[in-house]
């Protein structure tokens, strides 16, 4: 789930004032930064005018007897995150986006959703905030839940304004905003390698990971498992860097993909899961390196493949961090929000996301990465920050269930969390490290496992 509290991009300088459901259907994507798939979206109004404040985006749950424990979880994180900041909504606005499935229309698919929206406007009303508006869109047209009006809301739907024809495209064009696509393009991007080069990368990453994890656990040559992995790294992003510039963000990581080799990219990504290693590549977050980096973390977000699914919660956390440092806030969200499904135990995306919800400058948290371990340095301006707007940080970010403090740089090893590593031993059986995606904030399915034989070790959940 993520939570927002201002306008993607929109300064108050530059207001714009939606007088219909389909100027508000049109105004979604400049206020995301992408077109949501699959989402439930809502965004606090406040005042007399209906200002937009923070604003909060949760896949749909597909599993019906979920939707009213969620939806009262939804009303209350909002409702009760804005008055934590001194700002109760005075209404919302809700949206649901689906594309049909099937033999589906769209006007199906907003039937089918009614009973949700019904309960959001529930479980608001429960709050004393009523919703104004709820849109279903789907199938290139919106619908309300809301307006009786057949002559704005026909019951077959209204068509969605051309895209960068209405008064919000403009004033987000002059505005500098851009829309990053959809949702879905942009998981694509950090989305697991298919095809011909996956079984030649988990080949490879079964064997970094027999060459490495015993140097790393051992914890004599950890310091030089991580200057290899830096190194590397370093010159990976070089690579990266003399690459021209491609427009089109598929071709651009068919491109990246293309100049990183199996076994080079697995000895990083096995590298990464060094925590101390982990928040060394994490300071390169400002020019010269922050675009190069942010390429390379997706291309190795990407080679996590197969049995090695939760390994890429390091190269994604490290991808959402350069992103949001970089003011990327949607990106940042989506690559922290996968890093999640894979590994929802891993620290450091867990603060980093917890961070960005609050708002934060990242600023903060370069200041304190620039002395600081990751994890550490973004749960201290967690709370440095909300101790500035509220003095509830204690309440609001308590330290995080067995933190501890950085380990040192010439001995140090993974937490010790019972997480296997995928270690190949001379057997004939490959890995086990099953990889995740969520549903519910719970695996959907896990990617397949094999059997082994030797010893195994731990990664971290860092």
Excluded at 101 to 110: K, Q, T
Excluded at 249 to 258: E, I, Q, S
Excluded at 305 to 315: D, I, L, M
Aim: proline residues 8%; hydrophobic residues 35%; glycine residues 12%.
């Amino acid at each position: 789930m993520t939570r927002d509290n201002d306008t993607a991009g929109l300064s108050g300088e530059e207001q714009v004032t939606l007088r219909s459901p389909a100027e508000l259907a049109d105004a979604l994507p400049y206020v995301l930064g992408f077109h949501p798939d699959d989402s439930v979206v809502m965004i606090a109004l406040h005042g007399p005018r209906g200002r937009f404040g923070g604003r909060l985006r949760l896949g749909i749950p597909r599993v019906r007897e979920e939707w009213p424990e969620v939806c009262d979880q939804l009303a209350e994180c909002l409702i009760g995150g804005s008055e934590r900041r001194g700002d109760r909504p005075d209404g919302i606005v809700l949206f649901l986006c689906q594309e049909p499935a099937g033999d589906e229309s769209g006007r199906d698919v907003m039937e089918r959703l009614r009973p949700l929206a019904q309960r959001l406007r529930t479980a608001c009303g429960g709050f004393e905030v009523p919703v104004f508006e709820a849109l279903c869109i789907s199938d290139g047209r919106f619908w309300s839940y809301v307006c009786p009006d057949r002559r704005c809301c026909p019951p077959e739907g209204v068509p969605l304004a051309m895209p960068g024809t209405s008064v919000m495209a403009a004033a987000a064009t002059f505005a500098g905003v851009h829309v990053r696509g959809s949702l879905r393009e942009m998981e694509a991007r950090l989305a697991p390698l298919t095809g011909a080069r996956v079984e030649g990368q988990e080949r490879a990453l079964d064997l970094a990971g027999s060459r490495l994890v015993p140097k790393i656990l051992g914890g004599m040559d950890c310091a030089a498992v991580r200057e290899e992995t830096l190194g590397l790294a370093r010159r990976m992003m070089d690579r990266l860097r003399g690459a021209p510039p491609i427009a089109d963000p598929r071709a651009a990581d068919t491109r990246d993909d293309g100049l990183l080799d199996d076994a080079e990219a697995a000895s990083v990504i096995i590298g990464l899961q060094d925590r101390v290693a982990r928040d060394r590549a994490a300071q390169w977050m400002e020019e010269p390196d922050a675009e190069s980096a942010l390429r390379l973390w997706r291309a190795l977000a990407r080679r996590c493949v197969g049995s090695y699914g939760e390994h890429a919660a390091a190269p994604l956390t490290l991808a959402g961090w350069v992103a949001w440092s970089s003011g990327d806030e949607p990106s940042a969200r989506v690559a922290l929000g996968r890093a999640l499904r894979v590994d929802p135990h891993y620290l450091f995306a867990k603060l980093l996301h917890q961070a960005c919800n609050e708002g934060l400058d990242p600023e903060l948290l370069r200041q304190c990465l620039r002395r600081d371990s990751a994890d550490h340095a973004v749960h201290a301006a967690v709370h440095e920050e909300l101790r500035r707007l509220d003095g509830t940080a204690t309440a609001t970010a308590p330290e995080p269930a067995g933190a501890e403090p950085p380990a040192a740089d010439g001995g140090g090893h993974p937490e010790r969390t019972g997480r296997r590593w995928p270690v190949r031993t001379s057997g004939p059986g490959g890995p086990s490290g099953p990889g995740a995606s969520g549903g519910r904030r719970r695996p959907e399915g896990r990617a397949r496992t094999r059997r082994r034989t030797g010893g195994r070790g731990t990664r971290s959940r860092r």
